[in-house]
């Protein structure tokens, strides 16, 4: 069985400051993608980050990065100098290489970015 | 582009109505698939297709049946619904038939708000 768990339902950050939301997740495979999903209000899901599990260095994608810790299953993302553009609904993905075209989402987190 | 197109975009039905939601992708994506997104449980994917002719079950598949004819549509039917198929409903595809180490980006559509009275 594939979980994935995201703890934290609510966040907010000021605008231009940075925050990190976590992602836990569960997995017996060995080989996996994780990913960060954004879900604006618009409802339109949107690619924000991917990690390949086999990869030790983090991906980075502009303001955003990930702190892929693979012995402890944790996958956070670091959103810096945050942007009212960045208020939104997070997701955390895992995808299984044997498992492989099942995607198993977490619960996850909203992100207020107050002005 | 249009990219991924869905349609209805809000739908109420009966209880034991049927009702099919459509799915068009215009990127010429092998993988296609369907999720359902309730408060608080994340998405959950119900059927996919990693071709035409191919179907699998997700987590979340009773209640639903899906077909794939054409590499461009995947339409999701509900035979019967029922209150507890009140979700919204998303639509997903990319550009791999699941070829380990080449794992695209999802491509969603705007969802379809579907409410069972």
């Known amino acids: 069985a594939q979980t994935v768990t995201q703890s934290q339902p609510e966040m907010s950050v000021q605008e231009a400051e940075t925050v990190t939301l976590s992602c836990t997740y569960d997995?017996?495979?060995?080989?996996?993608?994780l990913f960060w999903y954004k879900q604006p209000p618009s409802r339109q899901m949107i690619l924000v980050i991917r990690?390949?599990?086999?990869?030790?260095q983090n991906a980075t994608e502009n303001r955003f990065s990930v702190n892929f810790q693979k012995a402890a299953k944790s996958f956070s993302l670091k959103i810096s100098d945050s942007q009212l553009g960045d208020a939104a609904m997070y997701f955390c993905?895992?995808?299984?290489?044997?498992?492989?075209?099942?995607?198993?989402f977490g619960t996850g987190t909203s992100l207020t970015v107050i002005p | 582009n249009a990219g991924v197109t869905q349609t209805p975009k809000f739908q109420v039905l009966k209880t034991g109505q049927s009702m099919t939601l459509q799915c068009a992708q215009d990127?010429?994506?092998?993988?296609m698939s369907w999720y359902r997104q309730d408060p608080g449980m994340g998405l959950r994917l119900i059927h996919y297709?990693?071709?035409?002719?191919?179907?699998d079950q997700g987590e979340v598949p009773n209640g639903y049946n899906v077909s794939r004819s054409t590499t461009e549509d995947f339409p999701l039917r509900l035979l019967s619904a029922a209150p507890s198929q009140t979700s919204v409903y998303f639509c997903?595809?990319?550009?791999?038939?699941?070829?380990?180490?080449?794992?695209?980006?999802?491509?969603f559509g705007e969802g379809s708000r579907l409410t069972v009275l």
């Open positions: 297709s990693v071709g035409a002719g191919i179907t």
């Open positions: 997995t017996s495979e060995s080989d996996y993608y």
């Open positions: 993905v895992l995808e299984g290489a044997i498992t492989g075209n099942q995607f198993y």
């Open positions: 990127m010429n994506h092998e993988y």
């Open positions: 997903a595809s990319r550009p791999t038939s699941g070829s380990w180490g080449d794992t695209g980006e999802l491509f």
């Open positions: 990690q390949e599990a086999y990869k030790q």
